[in-house]
């Protein structure tokens, strides 16, 4: 059966409300506050849209909100008891998620009104303050499994849509004018044109001009500071011919308007720089609800429990200073360097170190920034301030690094020889009219940079890579910016962290070595490791399917070395060869839990990481073509399963700090590779800034990954060389559109050099040559994406 809230597989045992089935109680919860609401619809919008979370009790995790300067971040507004915020939700997904969200004013009646903004996952919600406290409307939020994700980085709102805000202004005033100067222009198109009244002809040259300049002179500034900016460190880019194209266009046509001999070609000159800022724009627009540019801010809490004279006490982080005593319980981030003081600590160093293992500390050893606690809670002392941890200084490390600039892109390389081109055979027009027909010969070089001026050339890479990024995105994958497709084109490394990379970090499989075990020591074993939560203790109890359990007496855990208790009326030891048998393990190369049972031991289980699905395929392919090297954080327990795949030991590297993942891309730069780099976690950051190109891969897309130039889909792992291979596609269709543009030129320039090019004309051909390359190279791109990266 089908869970009716999410949709999850509910088992042989569902939890049953009302004769329906649902997969946990926290799914039953959420069904039974929505039923009790009358908020039914919910379903009926999209059946089974639910969001599955591990039921947990809130308790304080969110009393943190109720700090009046946390508050006064938080808020957007905040006056005469209205208050409104604005929350980022990950996990936003659907029609039934929107509705429900913008229908919480029916579950309290604090709140007054509430709205969703999709492709960001935010929601605003307005509520009265004197009768919801934001704590409150948090953890309403929580209570329906639609939890809001609250970071130091949230806290800071930095404001990121003021440039998107300016080029759609810039849009606007280009796009106004252009539609009125085609209606000024709009006579001189049509037979007899030539006749309209002198008067009326000058009247609509000048309305032409005055509303030509705010475009030429504020809409197309970016395009002259980036031609300067080339040419200032001696490079041509396609801003260059396009800034002359622009210039020539306007001062001849301003030439003709105040001389009274036409009204020149303002409207090919400002549908230039409308088409060339909607390319600009399609480029840029992104994925606005993913972050690329991400530092401890986005994985820190904004604020922790600090113990002060026995009481517990929320604090903002910003706040915390040595050597306050801080609590952290089960799955909290420590935020951090500190000592530990009480309780038994497993650190989770995975993000961090990309060890797989938690590793085990006691009283009065240190631990380091970005680990995360497994199990009950511990009390820590701390000894560094958090802008001065372990974690923090590898992130400001990381990012002295320049970002990658790409100079030698391909339109610029094809503007350098296009600019120098047009310039001779301009310059060779006006030589040949000068010495056979003067008159000719300013009007024959202006004529030449008119036609030539490469709006085809330069729309083509924005909406071939625009078109690109789209189709990825579609099917999972997530990209900076366009120059990553250019950049992926060129690699021929590809390195790929193995912990959360190439394995599956919250799952591992266990497998028994040794005498088969009888159903009833099965349910011993399922039984004790049933009350430990380390992770080896969970992946050997779900490793046993359908057994009872029974009570464990006695149980104890002891750090690092087991776990042990008298179940069913037998004594039984879990945990480390050295801690069952006394002696050191005779299998080191792999992660083993051993099993002593009245007595006698039984075995061990072999612990190993799950590979993504689809691994063997995707290294198959790409060995093919890339040289492959594994680098991990972790030991070599996993060496003989990856050697097979990788088909070389020397290049499979275990036991790699950060700084060696960075130091190995370093040297495989120096020797003249180009390297993509695949991770997951913090540990690959350096090695992922410094590398040509930086993936990551990410369960969930929106929640916290490293800085990076991709983000892929887990679930889309199988189809990475198919991403990798469209690139190759994505620049021959540029290649195909510039043969197009260049077509459309020598037909333009065939008038020009005679000294024949009329407004009419340029005002035909340059719309004609613009419109055909962004259809052909957008349906191109759409078409192919279907064909060449087919949905698995």
């Keep these: ?56 009790d809130v308790g304080n995790k969110y009393s943190y909100i109720d700090n009046k300067e946390i508050q006064d971040q938080l808020l957007d507004f905040s006056d005469g008891g209205i208050s409104k915020v604005t929350l980022f939700i990950p996990s936003i997904h659907c029609a039934s998620c929107i509705w429900l969200l913008e229908n919480l004013y029916i579950m309290h009646k604090g709140i007054i009104a509430s709205s969703v ?33 609250i970071t130091l980085d949230h806290l800071e709102k930095k404001e990121s849509g003021k440039s998107e805000k300016s080029l759609l202004l810039k849009i606007g005033i280009s ?24 008067m009326f002809t000058r009247f609509f040259g000048i309305m032409s001009f005055i509303l030509a300049l705010p475009v030429v002179i504020y809409c197309a500034k970016d395009y002259y500071l980036s031609a300067f900016k080339g040419l200032k460190h ?3 880019n396609i801003d260059v011919p396009i800034t002359l194209g622009i210039i020539t266009l306007f001062i001849q046509s301003s030439y003709e308007v105040i001389t009274g001999d036409g009204i020149g070609y303002m409207d090919s000159l400002i549908g230039l720089i409308f088409f060339l800022l909607i390319g600009k724009w399609y480029q840029g627009k992104t994925y606005s609800a993913l972050s690329f540019e991400r530092d401890y801010k986005s994985y820190f809490p904004v604020a922790v429990t600090k113990i002060n004279d026995g009481k517990e006490e929320t604090v903002p982080l910003s706040e915390l200073r040595v050597p306050d005593r801080i609590l952290i319980r089960n799955q909290e981030i420590i935020p951090a360097d500190s000592i530990l003081i009480t309780g038994e600590a497993n650190i989770d160093y995975s993000f961090v170190t990309g060890e797989s293992i938690p590793v085990t500390k006691k009283s009065g050893d240190n631990i380091f920034a970005g680990g995360r606690q ?24 990381e990012n002295k690094k320049d970002n990658k600039v790409q100079l030698n892109t391909l339109i610029n390389k094809v503007s350098e020889y296009f600019t120098v081109i047009i310039l001779l055979i301009a310059l060779v027009s006006a030589v040949y009219w000068m010495f056979n027909d003067p008159k000719l010969a300013l009007f024959a070089f202006t004529s030449v940079l008119i036609i030539a001026c ?3 050339l ?16 579609r099917k999972g994958f997530y990209i900076k910016n366009t120059d990553v497709i250019e ?56 490793s046993i399917k359908n057994r009872n359990t029974f009570i464990v007496e006695n149980y104890r855990e002891f750090p690092s070395l087991g776990i042990s208790g008298v179940v069913n009326g037998k004594r039984v030891n879990m945990g480390s060869c050295k801690f069952v048998t006394g002696k050191d393990d005779p299998n080191p190369e792999s992660t083993n839990v051993y099993v002593f049972i009245d007595d006698k031991v039984h075995g061990y289980f072999k612990i190993e990481n799950s590979y993504r699905p689809g691994l063997k395929s995707v290294i198959n392919k790409l060995k093919k073509v890339y040289q492959l090297f594994l680098l991990s954080g972790d030991n070599q327990a996993e060496k003989k399963n990856l050697s097979p795949l990788f088909g070389s030991e020397s290049n499979l590297l275990f036991n790699q700090s950060p700084a060696d993942k960075m130091k190995f891309v370093e040297e495989r730069k120096k020797k003249g590779e180009k390297v993509l780099m695949i991770g997951d976690g913090l540990n690959d950051a350096g090695a992922l800034i410094e590398s040509d190109v930086g993936l990551t891969i990410a369960d969930d897309i929106y929640s916290f990954s490293p800085a990076c130039d991709g983000i892929i889909e887990s679930s889309r792992f199988k189809q990475l060389p198919e991403f990798i291979r469209f690139t190759n596609t994505s620049i021959l269709i540029v290649i195909i559109s510039f043969i197009i543009s260049f077509l459309y030129n020598f037909v333009g320039l065939y008038f020009a050099v005679q000294g024949n090019l009329s407004p009419i004309i340029a005002a035909i051909l340059m719309p004609i040559s613009s419109v055909s390359v962004v259809a052909f190279a957008t349906f191109s791109i759409n078409y192919l994406a279907g064909r060449l990266i087919p949905d698995f």
């Design 234 to 236: 001696k490079m041509i």
């Design 175 to 198: 796009g106004f004018s252009f539609m009125n100067v085609m209606l000024y222009n709009f006579p001189e198109y049509l037979p007899g044109g030539d006749e309209l009244s002198s």
């Design 374 to 397: 497994m199990g009950s809670s511990i009390e820590i002392e701390v000894v560094k301030e958090v802008e001065q941890s372990y974690l923090t200084q590898l992130w400001n490390q």
């Design 454 to 456: 490469p709006c085809a």
């Design 458 to 473: 330069a729309l083509t890479v924005p909406f071939t890579f625009g078109s690109t990024m789209r189709q990825f995105g």
């Design 487 to 542: 950049n992926l084109r060129g690699i021929n490394s590809i390195i790929f962290d193995k912990t959360g990379t190439i394995t599956i970090n919250s799952t591992m499989k266990a497998q028994f070595i040794g005498k088969e075990l009888d159903d009833e020591q099965l349910s011993i074993v399922k039984s004790l490791a049933s009350n430990s939560s380390h992770p080896l203790s969970a992946t050997v109890k779900d």
């Design 117 to 149: 903004n999709f492709p960001k996952k935010t929601v605003n919600i307005t509520f009265n303050d004197n009768i919801v406290t934001l704590r409150q409307v948090v953890e309403l939020l929580v209570s329906i499994h639609y939890i809001p994700e």
């Design 1 to 56: 059966m089908s869970c009716v809230h999410c949709g999850e597989d509910c088992g042989k045992h569902p939890v049953m409300w009302e004769d329906k089935p649902f997969c946990c109680n926290g799914c039953s919860t959420v069904y039974q506050i929505l039923n009790e609401n009358k908020l039914q619809k919910y379903y009926d919008i999209q059946p089974m849209s639910g969001i599955k979370v591990e039921q947990a």
